[in-house]
């Protein structure tokens, strides 16, 4: 039985710009889950991970609701200057409307869920990125990290005690006192977040109007 909780059918459309000149087997994968709004800034993020990492094997993937004509020439000459790979998914989005959003989140937050869902017999790691995060320098070290069994690897900013006893509070999770991530920055742990039916529970919880009362940043707060 499928540990999924987003089958494909969600995409309803894949645009694969191959420029690389390495194998897919050796290729680290990094996604980004974004509608309209911010394919330029996904693009500008792109580039400065290439930039910045020059001789590494990457693979780009966008997850979106939306992709014009200008936008594909746009991230198709990116592949070929950089001769990368850039694969762009068109989403399905109906299932997700109906979860909650904000002025500044709309239902394309909840796009990380889908990335993990297709990648769970595709690959053990994806680095989730958030559309508004540059790259200033080497990516070495997230792709040579080991992961321990029960491990993702996200950011936790340092010296945030207030905040994350705030978020204690408010989610009623007594161990975020401890520490509380963000989530557009996850080196996703592929078996594990598929054991652990993450999406599916993430999912479930949004839809749970006791656990929306709480929430006040969606996503990142069901993760936590």
Known sequence: MSRKYFEEEVIQ????????????????????????????????????VLLANPEKALAFHVF???????????FEALAKQYATQIVVYLIDCERLKSLPS?????????F??????????????????????????????????????NEIAAVVAEGELEWWT?????????????????????LINIPLWTAENISKKAIEMLKDPEVVQRITHLDQDVLN
Request: net charge negative.
């Open 13 to 48: 459309q894949t645009l694969d710009y191959n420029y690389a000149q390495h194998s897919d087997a050796d290729k680290f994968n990094i996604a980004y889950g974004i509608d309209k709004n911010f394919l330029f800034g996904c693009g500008v993020s792109i580039a400065s």
């Open 64 to 74: 979106t609701d939306f992709f014009g004509s200008e936008d594909q020439q746009r």
């Open 102 to 110: 904000t002025k500044n989140w709309t239902y394309a937050t909840y």
């Open 112 to 149: 990380r869920f889908i990335i993990a869902d297709y990648f769970s017999d595709k690959t053990d790691r994806v680095l989730y990125l958030d559309a508004d995060i540059a790259c200033k320098g080497s990516i070495q070290e997230l792709i040579d990290l080991n992961f321990a069994e």
């Open 166 to 186: 705030k978020r204690s509070v408010s989610l009623a999770t007594p161990g975020l006192v401890s520490g509380y991530f963000n989530a557009g920055f996850i």
